[in-house]
């Protein structure tokens, strides 16, 4: 069967300005590489087309052209909450020029909505549920619908939800992604500036699920546990990334990279017997880290260590990422730089119960811990996540899937005055970490193993340039005279 995977681009940018993410970070789109390397090993014929992809065209109507220039049977879309629209907008101009072409989706958006979103959307035909290796395979192979777990499907106006799938015990009975799918990988998919030094880069995920439950964070698709690839099965991955593409830098996306502590010292040992000449970031959870691990993160090549802190009020971390102290936070940035390695802290404005002195309170731990880099997401609450359910009385909340892509700020907690302050504030926050003298410094002293993204920088300068003004304060207009 020829089989079409879809990545839709979305919006995740400010409504009327360009979208540049693809210019800051074109990531590859590991699920339906995922699903595409199962699909081939299974003999089926598999093209994906990735709509943030080098040379895409940004208009849905070109796009279901190219899609259906491979004359596919089957059509299999992965959405975030964002992407879900122009997924839907996509299909339905599918369904106008090849009404006989079966149409799917999938990720996370609906898993966390199925039968109200097959309900909603009738371009499609039915959703993939969860885990998508099985059961895009079993749809390949021309199973019933009513047969298949994990499955929403039609039955007149009804929607039909097929019990749950099981999840995939071994993810080491898994393929390697189908890398080889994307058109201008490795050196179109480029990794956020200054994250890396050599190049070409690529993502990996090495496990599903995650032992915790944050507020904010929507387990839909791989729900609570965890499971992992085990550590020869990543050297191995590692490998094949260096050989057949080259890579020299690889962005490990594992919320729990370190959480099973025997499987990452074989990794690093091998690695470090071994070498690829690859290096790579990974994030990790206070808690599940020492200094030997760390000493060994960083003799098998890791370059840069990510830490999910959130916010420094502890009445918001307790409510929403319960177990992580702000001493136990300090702790591990120390040691983590103290091993060498590169401290990055990853932080949330806006979740619910926040105010301004909430915000000026984690301001001032961020400048505070002395981090090499630092990201800050504007929260925003999901379909499954368990602050779903109560968000509405929590403040003001738009829900406009379009840019819930917590790169807007759809939701505006009772605290903060309106979403133009709350803008204001990330905007002053995010500019005071990035002047403080400290960071500079160190910014400046790596200013040479950074050469490779200054000159990217400086080749995209004008798209650059004009994010940077986005996050200026707006002067008002001044009034014009005839």
Request: aromatic residues 10%; proline residues 6%; glycine residues 8%.
């Amino acid at each position: 069967m020829r089989i079409v995977l879809v990545h839709p681009r979305g919006f995740n940018w400010f409504p009327g300005q360009r979208d540049l993410t693809d210019v800051a970070n074109r990531m590859v789109p590991q699920g339906i590489l995922s699903i595409a390397a199962y699909l081939l090993r299974e003999g089926q014929e598999v093209f994906v087309y990735d709509c943030l992809g080098p040379g895409a065209p940004t208009d849905p109507a070109t796009q279901v052209r190219e899609i259906l220039s491979h004359r596919p049977q089957l059509i299999g879309f992965s959405t975030t909450t964002s992407s879900f629209p122009d997924a839907a907008l996509m299909a339905q101009l599918i369904r106008e020029q090849a009404p006989g072409v079966r149409i799917v989706c999938g990720g996370v958006h609906c898993s966390a909505l199925q039968g109200e979103l097959l309900r909603d959307t009738p371009a499609f035909d039915g959703l993939c549920i969860g885990e998508g290796e099985l059961t895009m395979a079993e749809l390949a192979r021309g199973a019933d619908p009513a047969q298949i777990p994990g499955m929403v499907w039609r039955k007149g106006a009804e929607a039909i939800v097929n019990p749950p799938r099981p999840q995939i015990a071994d993810l080491d009975s898994l393929p390697f992604p189908a890398y080889e799918k994307l058109r201008g990988f490795p050196r179109d998919y480029h990794l956020p500036l200054f994250s890396y030094i050599h190049t070409p880069g690529s993502t990996m995920i090495t496990s599903r699920g995650c032992l915790h439950q944050c507020s904010y964070c929507d387990r839909s698709v791989f729900k609570k546990g965890f499971r992992y690839n085990s550590a020869a099965y990543i050297y191995d991955h590692m490998q094949y990334l260096r050989t057949r593409f080259g890579v020299r830098h690889i962005n490990i996306y594992d919320d729990l990279f370190t959480a099973d502590r025997a499987r990452i010292v074989e990794l690093c040992e091998t690695l470090a017997r071994k070498s690829l000449g690859v290096q790579f970031n990974c994030a990790v959870r206070v808690g599940y880290t020492d200094d030997d691990l760390l000493r060994m993160l960083k003799s098998a090549g890791c370059l840069m260590v990510s830490l999910g802190i959130e916010s420094a009020d502890p009445e918001l971390l307790a409510r929403h990422k319960s177990g992580v102290s702000l001493a136990a936070v300090c702790d591990t940035v120390q040691r983590i730089q103290a091993a060498g390695l590169r401290a990055k802290g990853l932080f949330m404005m806006g979740l619910p119960g926040e105010t301004e002195a909430s915000i000026r309170r984690t301001s001032d731990f961020i400048v505070s811990l002395g981090l090499d880099d630092m990201n800050m997401s504007k929260f925003t609450p999901f379909p499954g996540a368990p602050v779903w359910s109560t968000i509405g009385e929590e403040g003001t909340f738009q829900e406009d899937w379009r840019l819930m892509n917590c790169l807007n700020f759809v939701f505006v907690p009772k605290g903060i005055a309106s979403r133009e302050r709350l803008d204001q504030l990330y905007n002053e926050h995010v500019k005071r970490f990035y002047s403080d003298p400290r960071w500079r410094d160190k910014f400046r002293r790596r200013l040479w193993q950074h050469r490779k993204s200054m000159l990217y920088l400086l080749r995209h300068l004008p798209s650059f340039w004009s994010a940077k003004r986005q996050f200026e304060p707006q002067q008002p207009r001044s009034n014009e005279t005839s």
